[in-house]
């Protein structure tokens, strides 16, 4: 079955609808550091608001201990939002209590209200279904229908994702639905050559999608943290590297598995060599099989890809027609170590066909090095949903809109 889309609702005109979003945005002393989440949302309200629904607005944020904190309050979101929109949005200070019900009984056809943190109530994540089902039905006592479009939280089985969506009439709403269209494009019958980009901190955060998109993709190319896991294997010393022991022999079954199937496995011929962790480490330039062999020896720490991988991956990028990238080529945070992941953006800028930009660290690191989210074909808002989702695994959240992987 397909993922009711929000036109499966009918006419909203007058009825209050549930918004699951995720708002779940960074906050620094109370500030907004990123809104790039709140953004996302706007198709989907502005919709319902120029169809004159009663717009109920939630969301988490953070991981507050089921109670309330007001660390982790919504009120600084629903200010932003106002301000996004255009237009006023009411804050109700609880989630289901009295705040909140005065809050919608006040809405007006196309009005907007924010009720506060859902994980400020110990329902939404309990793990006990009739602990989540009793906030559910709280919940849905607020509305008349749900639309879910909170990405980040549909491999979540949590009240406001979950069960609510089986008490009211319940659709996708326009993030979710390009999320689930894009995504899927990318491991159902994806535009050839198909080259998936892989980086980041750990080779085992990624098995589950290295596993799922190895038989499917026509080029992997690998860097970040885990391609030193990919050069031990290989034979190379990468010194004091990140280098996940246990997983070499997992990878060696990946290089094989990927010459089996003709996939081209591109792995670093050269590396950022540092003295240290540090924004101000000493940093050379070396092959990747003389990684040791830099005047730091075996203490040396590759924190980037070298110049010339950064130019062998940008045109194995450029050549291909459908790109997946997930996890940053080094470690971006520091300007030194920056180099490999905004070659790597650069090219997916260029790409003639379809680009995706999927993970937390990788979205806000594209951010970070001064591209606009519109020069990728799409950016993914979900870290741990857009993976588990190019893992092929079953997500509660879209599962109960209809959905099957
Ligand atoms: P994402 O959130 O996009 O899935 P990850 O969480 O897997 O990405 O990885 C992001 C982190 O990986 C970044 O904080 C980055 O600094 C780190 N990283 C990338 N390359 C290296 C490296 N060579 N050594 C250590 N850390 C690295
Ligand atoms: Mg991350």
Redesign the pocket.
Known sequence: MALRTLDSLGSLAGKRVIVRADFNVPLKEGVITDDGRIRAALPTLNHLINQGARVIACSHLGRPDGAPDAKYSLAPVAQRLSELLGTPVAFARDTVGDSARDAVAALEDGDVAVIENLRFNPGETAKDVGERRAFAEQLAALGDALVSDGFGVVHRKQASVYELAELLPSAAGFLIEKEVDVLDRLTENPERPYAVVL????VS?KLGVIEHLLPRADKILVG??MMFTFLAAQGHKVGK??LEADQIDTVKGYISAAAEKGVELILPVDAVMASGFAADADHVVAAADALEDTPFGADGM???IGPETAKIFADAIRGSKTVFW????????MPAFAAGTKAIAQALTEVDGLSVVG????AAAVRQLGFEDDRFGHISTG?GASLEFLEGKKLPGLEILGWEA
Request: hydrophobic letters at 20%; aromatic letters at 4%; zero cysteines.
């Open positions: 980086g980041g901190s750990k955060d970040g943290g590297s990140l590759g924190l980037d997930n996890g940053p080529m080094g470690v971006f945070e993970g937390g660290d990788s870290g």
